[in-house]
């Protein structure tokens, strides 16, 4: 019989191709066997309760993906592996563990494709939602699929709707500061007890109509109608939000001209939960950068409102008062028609009037330009300051002058009232407008003597500030303001307030592909064009087919144009025929869409049990789940993973969201995330082409130190992985020649999961040697016999094994997946030293180095536990525990100093005193010799650290 070669592979080596065949039964298994069935404490996912009913609950997910027709590259699965392992663990260490993953699957790019094909974009986000989860299953992550769904499904966006009604039926009571029904506020009054907020009319509200008392109402509403400059494009034939619009004011697609006009929107009043959405973020457990970056999107400024006749502006500056020369409104401030006189006066400075005859030419002129320009290009640093002045001045409460009112673009209605006094001695901004417009520059504040000029933005006492009233002279910077702000409200010329930069929240889009709005208007009567909400029983109002997918476009320039949603020109579906009770009426339905960030304000709470047909969540198991823990918990998901690029919009939204479901009292907690990780991202090679324009890394060729594509030379740098940069490795290419198990180890080991990395695809035959490193200290990888005997554990294996336990579970519950990894290779290295390639190894290493490694490579994992003769999957068993005794050093290494220069190193009994280290240094023949001939003054001997001689 002939010898096999030596190079040749041992029959039963953990190979790829052994790691595939392993995988896949496994994934199949589990499957069969439902191993990852979260059980919930009642309804009809109750099965199995019983046996974790002890256990606590860990409730651990992802920011959910968009089903992308590109599916999954190697930087998604960073977050989604992390999570994965990390509920592997708990549910080993006891909890009973829920780790969900859905699909946020309305969205513009499914939309696109629609417009360019056809094809409707359900079939499209299907397709890519079966990709993607064929992707994850073959990753091996222990998702419960029952608990799957996507955003798109009727029987979710029926209660993406019915959560718009809450909303919408609900209002803000500021002095109880939450949300409270509607009828609540109209019950109020009608009993005279409360007058309204708002009132149009100026008649008490038991004056009003019928039909004006739903126009107050409605004015009240957390969801409503209102007219507010939106970024219109024309060429795109939608509204844009902020983040679509390019810095010089064109569309991110399609680079159209985008125009801020007003337009009737649906609004979301965010701004009414300002507060708390600020204070509760010292409630959660995120870090500090997260917060801070959600606080600087909410703006809190403290400050006042003065008035200046018929204008209002805010400032949090009022010591600055004195120095106001001029006033700037916003070129789309409500008042700029009332306030633009009918002629120019016979001195007016040309620098004023841009050439125009009349100051309504200016204005409108202006506003076109002003329109075309993005919020993020008006505010940028040192952009050129234009403006025009309305012909009109305001009198300043402090000085007593006449100033010149201008709009600029510059100022933002965003922010504040819209309009800001002007004060160039102090604000850069104004002070190059005031150069540019040749206005006066009165200092407020003393600037130090070396100040080279411009505006003096820094501290100094308070300087030509007073009045025959009021003397701001000398004073500091607070006392200036806690000064002038009780004059201003003792003379009725302001008030001390509190604003934010956190605008309402745009909700509509006029798109397709979005859910329907739960709103109708009745065709005729007195009360024609009020939105009435639809009654839950008739939800979900479900998106009609349509022929054409995208809304009606404009000429790129046609700013005055007016949007004409897909949805409007299905006119079997725009008008129905209802009885909302009071009888049969015709009415018509909205026709936007919500945006896309609706389905995921709430998700994770539909994942408590997506097939609920009578609730959008039962409170019992959302009380299970997400309840607070203990008194002034905000409750909340246990872990919640997802990018960074989410840390202000959709977490804010959601938050919103679920404060106003927390005060309606549909949930019991208060935030929907008590513990937020942001994921780092992987990144790569990218290459540029002479034109700039990126080419698909994987065809790069790299000779003699250059590289090229197609015999081009292009040039190398590093970037974000993903399609923009065109440098995707996808995971399937991975585990097509590494296995799933490889990769996943590989991807854990880069770095805690919050830190970002490179990818390395030579990199990751480490992880792949690593594993079959562990697999032979199991398996002979010639016979295929399990190694495992009954021999006794020595000391040291006992002693690398427990700190191997220790290491691991300290790694797994910080999320540094990679020390986890390090301390399994030092075991695995230590058993291969010691046992070798053949022999039996002592079965509780056998077995604790397999459940170690359960929850980073399950599948050979579970394949181990199996050959050790378990049934079933490693995942319900517990994870292994360290002894502390095993965990403590016998003996120590000490540092030996000679006059504080160290000189030797001695091992020690661990707990040695300070003459036992003194003699053991004595004894070092190193010692010997540094202090022979010397006289040793002092020793200095602390136990377990050091021992230093003082010599002369």
Same mark, same amino acid.
């Given at each position: 019989?002939?010898?096999?070669s030596?190079?040749?592979?041992?029959?039963?080596?953990?190979?790829?191709?052994l &790691?595939?065949?392993?995988?896949?039964?496994?994934q199949?298994?589990?499957?069969?066997?439902?191993?990852?069935? @979260?059980?919930?404490?009642?309804?009809?996912?109750?099965?199995?309760?019983?046996?974790?009913?002890?256990?606590?609950?860990?409730?651990?997910?992802?920011?959910?993906?968009?089903?992308?027709?590109a599916?999954?590259?190697?930087?998604?699965p960073?977050g989604?592996?992390?999570?994965?392992?990390? +509920?592997?663990?708990?549910?080993?260490?006891?909890?009973?563990?829920?780790?969900?993953?859905?699909?946020d699957?309305?969205?513009?790019?499914? #939309?696109?494709? %629609?417009?360019?094909?056809?094809?409707h974009?359900?079939? @499209?986000?299907?397709?890519?939602?079966?990709?993607?989860?064929?992707?994850?299953?073959?990753?091996g992550?222990d998702h419960?699929?029952?608990?799957?769904?996507?955003?798109?499904?009727?029987?979710?966006?029926?209660?993406?709707?019915?959560?718009?009604?809450q909303?919408? $039926?609900?209002?803000?009571?500021?002095? %109880?500061?939450?949300?409270r029904?509607?009828e609540?506020?109209?019950?109020?009054?009608?009993a005279?007890?409360?007058?309204?907020?708002?009132?149009?009319?100026?008649?008490?509200?038991?004056q009003?109509t019928?039909? #004006?008392?739903?126009?107050?109402?409605?004015?009240?509403?957390?969801?409503?109608?209102?007219? !507010?400059?939106v970024? *219109?494009?024309?060429?795109?034939?939608?509204?844009?939000?902020?983040?679509?619009?390019?810095?010089?004011?064109?569309?991110e697609?399609?680079?159209?001209?985008?125009?801020?006009r007003?337009?009737?929107?649906?609004?979301?009043?965010?701004?009414?939960?300002?507060?708390?959405?600020?204070?509760?973020?010292?409630?959660?457990? *995120?870090?500090? +950068?997260?917060?801070q970056?959600? /606080?600087?999107?909410?703006?809190?400024?403290?400050?006042?409102?003065?008035?200046?006749?018929?204008?209002?502006?805010?400032?949090?500056?009022?010591?600055?008062?004195?120095?106001?020369?001029y006033?700037v409104l916003?070129?789309?401030?409500?008042?700029?028609?009332?306030?633009?006189?009918?002629?120019?006066?016979?001195?007016?400075?040309?620098?004023?009037?841009?050439?125009?005859?009349?100051?309504a030419?200016?204005?409108?002129a202006?506003q076109?330009?002003?329109?075309?320009?993005?919020e993020?290009?008006?505010?940028a640093?040192?952009?050129?300051?234009?403006?025009?002045?309305?012909?009109?001045?305001?009198?300043?409460?402090?000085?007593?002058?006449?100033?010149p009112?201008?709009?600029?673009?510059?100022v933002? =209605?965003?922010?504040?009232?819209?309009?800001?006094? !002007?004060?160039? $001695?102090?604000? =850069?901004r104004?002070?190059?407008?005031?150069?540019?417009?040749?206005?006066?520059?009165?200092?407020?504040?003393?600037?130090?003597?070396?100040?080279?000029?411009?505006?003096?933005?820094?501290?100094?006492?308070?300087?030509? +500030?007073?009045?025959?009233?009021?003397?701001?002279d000398?004073?500091?910077?607070?006392?200036?303001?806690?000064?002038?702000? #009780?004059?201003?409200?003792?003379?009725?010329?302001?008030e001390?307030?509190?604003?934010?930069?956190?605008?309402? *929240?745009?909700?509509?889009?006029?798109?397709?592909?979005?859910?329907?709005?739960?709103?109708?208007?009745?065709?005729?009567?007195?009360?024609?064009?009020?939105?009435?909400?639809?009654?839950?029983?008739?939800?979900?109002?479900?998106?009609?087919?349509?022929?054409?997918?995208?809304?009606?476009?404009?000429?790129?320039?046609?700013?005055?144009?007016?949007?004409?949603?897909?949805?409007?020109? &299905? =006119?079997?579906?725009?008008?129905?025929?209802?009885?909302?009770?009071?009888?049969?009426?015709?009415?018509?339905?909205?026709?936007?869409?919500?945006?896309?960030?609706?389905?995921?304000?709430w998700?994770?709470?539909?994942?408590?049990?997506?097939?609920d047909?009578?609730?959008f969540?039962?409170?019992?198991?959302? %009380?299970?789940?997400?309840?607070?823990?203990?008194?002034?918990?905000?409750?909340?998901?246990?872990?919640?993973? $997802?990018?960074?690029?989410?840390?202000?919009?959709?977490?804010?939204?959601?938050?919103?969201?679920h404060?106003?479901?927390?005060?309606?009292?549909?949930?019991?907690s208060?935030e929907p995330?008590?513990?937020?990780?942001?994921?780092?991202?992987?990144?790569?090679?990218?290459?540029?082409?002479? /034109?700039?324009?990126?080419?698909? %890394?994987?065809?790069?060729?790299?000779?003699?130190?250059?590289?090229?594509?197609?015999?081009?030379?292009?040039d190398?740098?590093?970037?974000?992985?993903?399609?923009?940069?065109?440098?995707?490795?996808?995971?399937?290419?991975?585990?097509?020649?590494?296995?799933?198990? @490889?990769?996943?180890?590989?991807?854990?080991?880069?770095?805690?999961?919050?830190?970002?990395?490179?990818?390395?695809?030579?990199?990751?035959v480490?992880?792949?040697?690593?594993?079959?490193?562990? *697999?032979?200290?199991v398996?002979?990888?010639?016979?295929?016999?399990v190694?495992?005997?009954?021999?006794?554990?020595p000391?040291?294996?006992?002693?690398?094994?427990?700190?191997?336990?220790?290491?691991? /579970?300290?790694?797994?519950?910080?999320?540094?997946?990679?020390?986890?990894?390090a301390?399994?290779? #030092?075991? =695995?290295?230590?058993?291969?030293q010691?046992?070798?390639?053949a022999?039996?190894?002592?079965?509780?290493?056998?077995?604790?180095?397999?459940?170690?490694?359960?929850?980073?490579?399950?599948?050979?994992?579970?394949?181990?536990?199996?050959?050790?003769?378990?049934?079933g999957?490693?995942?319900?068993?517990?994870?292994?525990?360290?002894?502390? &005794?095993?965990?403590?050093?016998?003996?120590?290494?000490?540092?030996?100093?000679?006059n504080?220069k160290?000189?030797?190193?001695?091992?020690?009994?661990a707990?040695?005193d300070?003459?036992?280290?003194?003699?053991?240094?004595?004894?070092?023949?190193?010692?010997v010799?540094?202090l022979?001939?010397?006289?040793? /003054?002092r020793v200095?001997?602390?136990?377990?650290?050091?021992?230093?001689?003082?010599?002369?």
């Amino acid at each position: 019989m002939s010898q096999p070669s030596p190079d040749a592979v041992p029959a039963h080596r953990y190979t790829p191709a052994l &790691a595939q065949q392993i995988e896949l039964a496994w994934q199949d298994r589990w499957e069969a066997e439902g191993t990852f069935h @979260t059980p919930n404490p009642t309804g009809h996912l109750a099965a199995g309760f019983e046996r974790v009913a002890d256990r606590p609950k860990a409730f651990v997910m992802d920011m959910f993906p968009y089903p992308s027709g590109a599916g999954l590259h190697v930087g998604h699965p960073l977050g989604y592996l992390g999570t994965d392992v990390t +509920s592997r663990f708990l549910r080993m260490d006891g909890h009973n563990v829920l780790h969900p993953m859905g699909y946020d699957a309305f969205g513009l790019p499914a #939309e696109q494709f %629609a417009v360019q094909t056809g094809q409707h974009p359900r079939v @499209t986000t299907e397709a890519n939602i079966a990709a993607i989860s064929a992707q994850l299953r073959r990753l091996g992550v222990d998702h419960d699929t029952r608990r799957t769904f996507a955003t798109i499904d009727p029987g979710y966006y029926r209660w993406t709707q019915w959560i718009f009604t809450q909303v919408f $039926g609900a209002w803000f009571d500021t002095a %109880a500061d939450k949300a409270r029904p509607i009828e609540e506020l109209v019950a109020e009054l009608d009993a005279g007890t409360r007058e309204p907020d708002t009132n149009p009319f100026d008649r008490p509200w038991a004056q009003l109509t019928e039909v #004006e008392r739903r126009q107050v109402v409605d004015l009240h509403r957390l969801a409503y109608l209102n007219q !507010a400059p939106v970024n *219109w494009c024309p060429g795109l034939g939608t509204v844009l939000s902020n983040e679509e619009v390019t810095a010089d004011g064109r569309s991110e697609r399609g680079n159209f001209p985008v125009f801020r006009r007003p337009l009737t929107q649906w609004m979301m009043r965010i701004t009414a939960y300002s507060e708390r959405l600020l204070a509760d973020l010292d409630r959660l457990e *995120w870090s500090d +950068s997260l917060k801070q970056m959600q /606080r600087n999107w909410i703006g809190r400024s403290t400050g006042a409102r003065v008035r200046f006749g018929d204008i209002e502006v805010f400032t949090t500056r009022p010591d600055t008062l004195f120095g106001a020369t001029y006033l700037v409104l916003a070129p789309e401030h409500p008042l700029v028609d009332a306030l633009t006189a009918g002629s120019w006066p016979a001195d007016a400075d040309p620098r004023w009037t841009a050439g125009a005859a009349t100051p309504a030419e200016a204005v409108a002129a202006y506003q076109l330009q002003a329109s075309r320009r993005s919020e993020m290009d008006r505010q940028a640093e040192g952009r050129d300051k234009t403006g025009v002045w309305l012909g009109t001045t305001a009198v300043n409460p402090l000085t007593g002058r006449d100033l010149p009112v201008f709009i600029a673009d510059y100022v933002l =209605t965003g922010y504040g009232t819209g309009a800001i006094m !002007a004060v160039p $001695g102090e604000d =850069t901004r104004d002070f190059e407008f005031a150069d540019v417009f040749g206005l006066p520059v009165v200092r407020t504040v003393q600037p130090p003597e070396d100040f080279a000029g411009g505006a003096y933005t820094g501290s100094g006492p308070m300087i030509n +500030s007073s009045n025959d009233q009021l003397s701001l002279d000398g004073l500091d910077k607070a006392a200036a303001i806690a000064t002038v702000t #009780e004059w201003l409200v003792a003379g009725g010329h302001g008030e001390s307030t509190t604003t934010y930069k956190l605008r309402d *929240w745009l909700f509509s889009r006029q798109r397709y592909w979005g859910e329907p709005f739960p709103i109708v208007y009745a065709v005729d009567g007195p009360d024609a064009g009020l939105p009435v909400a639809v009654p839950a029983d008739q939800l979900p109002v479900l998106l009609p087919d349509v022929d054409d997918y995208s809304p009606k476009t404009f000429a790129d320039d046609d700013a005055t144009s007016a949007p004409e949603p897909p949805l409007s020109r &299905a =006119t079997e579906w725009t008008t129905a025929t209802l009885d909302l009770g009071d009888g049969p009426r015709e009415y018509r339905r909205e026709t936007n869409t919500m945006p896309n960030w609706a389905g995921s304000c709430w998700y994770y709470l539909r994942y408590l049990d997506p097939a609920d047909d009578e609730q959008f969540v039962d409170p019992s198991l959302e %009380a299970y789940w997400m309840g607070p823990r203990s008194e002034g918990d905000v409750g909340g998901v246990d872990l919640y993973v $997802g990018g960074v690029e989410h840390a202000v919009l959709h977490l804010l939204y959601a938050r919103f969201w679920h404060k106003v479901l927390f005060d309606l009292g549909h949930v019991s907690s208060e935030e929907p995330f008590r513990r937020l990780v942001n994921q780092g991202y992987i990144s790569a090679y990218a290459y540029t082409d002479s /034109r700039g324009f990126y080419v698909p %890394a994987a065809d790069v060729v790299e000779r003699d130190g250059a590289f090229f594509y197609e015999d081009q030379p292009v040039d190398r740098e590093y970037g974000k992985i993903g399609k923009s940069l065109k440098n995707m490795v996808t995971p399937d290419e991975m585990i097509g020649a590494y296995g799933a198990d @490889t990769f996943r180890v590989y991807e854990m080991s880069t770095g805690p999961l919050e830190q970002s990395r490179p990818w390395d695809t030579k990199a990751v035959v480490g992880s792949q040697r690593l594993l079959q490193r562990v *697999w032979r200290v199991v398996v002979d990888e010639t016979t295929g016999e399990v190694r495992a005997g009954e021999d006794a554990l020595p000391v040291d294996t006992a002693k690398a094994l427990h700190r191997a336990v220790d290491g691991v /579970r300290d790694g797994l519950a910080t999320l540094r997946f990679n020390v986890a990894i390090a301390r399994i290779a #030092e075991l =695995t290295n230590h058993l291969t030293q010691a046992y070798g390639q053949a022999g039996p190894v002592p079965r509780q290493v056998c077995e604790w180095l397999t459940l170690l490694v359960s929850p980073l490579a399950p599948h050979v994992a579970d394949e181990l536990w199996s050959r050790l003769g378990h049934d079933g999957s490693a995942a319900w068993t517990p994870f292994p525990v360290a002894d502390p &005794a095993l965990l403590v050093d016998d003996t120590v290494t000490v540092v030996v100093q000679v006059n504080g220069k160290v000189r030797a190193q001695v091992a020690v009994p661990a707990d040695a005193d300070a003459a036992a280290l003194e003699a053991a240094a004595r004894a070092d023949e190193r010692i010997v010799g540094q202090l022979e001939g010397k006289t040793v /003054r002092r020793v200095i001997a602390v136990p377990g650290r050091l021992v230093n001689f003082v010599v002369g």
